[in-house]
DNA sequence: TATTGTTATACTCTATAACTATA
DNA sequence: TATAGTTATAGAGTATAACAATA
């Protein structure tokens, strides 16, 4: 094989080359969750959301009131980097982080009337960009079996 | 549901609740991603080295003479990115960077014999995680559905 | 003693601009 | 003019240590 084709072949398609080589699962899971968020961040900047905030306010929607390091935890976020996180969210009026009465270190977390008709909207993007990776994948037997093998690995 | 049932789903399984509830496909990959990528440096560690590293050696050693731009670009990684990582390899003894005849701004890239058998190392603890991988899907026949479902997001 | 939120800090990864020497 | 390697720098994301208030 001349430089050249191997040259081409080593870069062409953002190294599909290189993962016959390097095979394996690893590789084609960080390109793919690459992929996949960078499509997810460019639909969501329309609304200037992180995918780790969209997440934040669909849990806090899902289980109002619960304590910060509780939300942070279910995300895998460390409770000292939810802080600003937490904050900014607040800042932008979308959430409300409440004394309690029984606990008084910790913050409730609540979406306000603002941070729930937001979330309706993320959402929407949220599920028209779930169709387009169902499409991508073949159909949503295919979704089922990649969530499946997934899961298995975590 | 109580708020004891509920804060005991929301943190079971790192976020297991959260799933059912975001329910797609972009969490399930960083979750599984990084799952996959914490066990690759876990394993790696006892070579002191890291995943790109490791990938930087494989296609080195697949295209001897390649260009650090051209390795640098079939990883995905910024030519600048690319220079401290080169050069510890290479300080390390594991590659070679030599000049080209016909180009003298460029570096080629080569494995040094030290690297080779240190690649060899490198390969067989990887090829024991790939099947830890495929054991953990359930067969070789669900890692390559893995394998083509992921190309496809991708 | 342990936990909650917080600050400070550091390390990795990634991205961009600008320089040099070559082409 | 454009490209290869390089430097500097800045931004995310993530990790740990330590503190005050509270449990």
Do not use: C, W
Not at 12 to 34: C, H, K, M, P
Not at 74 to 100: S, T
């Amino acid at each position: 094989m001349s430089p050249a084709t191997a040259a081409a072949k080593l870069t062409d398609e953002a190294g599909v080359q290189l993962e016959e080589s390097l095979g394996l699962i690893g590789y084609r899971l960080r390109r793919a969750q690459l992929s996949v968020f960078q499509r997810f961040a460019a639909v969501f900047e329309t609304l200037a959301i992180r995918p780790a905030e969209y997440a934040v306010l669909v849990l806090v929607d899902d289980s109002p009131g619960r304590k910060q390091s509780e939300i942070a935890a279910a995300l895998g976020i460390k409770r000292a980097n939810f802080v600003a996180l937490a904050q900014g969210l607040e800042a932008r009026g979308l959430i409300e982080r409440l004394n309690i009465a029984s606990d008084r270190r910790a913050n409730a977390l609540h979406l306000t009337p603002v941070g729930r008709s937001f979330l309706a909207r993320a959402r929407a993007l949220h599920d028209e960009l779930e169709r387009e990776f169902i499409e991508r994948l073949g159909g949503p037997a295919k979704r089922e079996q990649l969530l499946d093998l997934l899961q298995r690995l975590t």
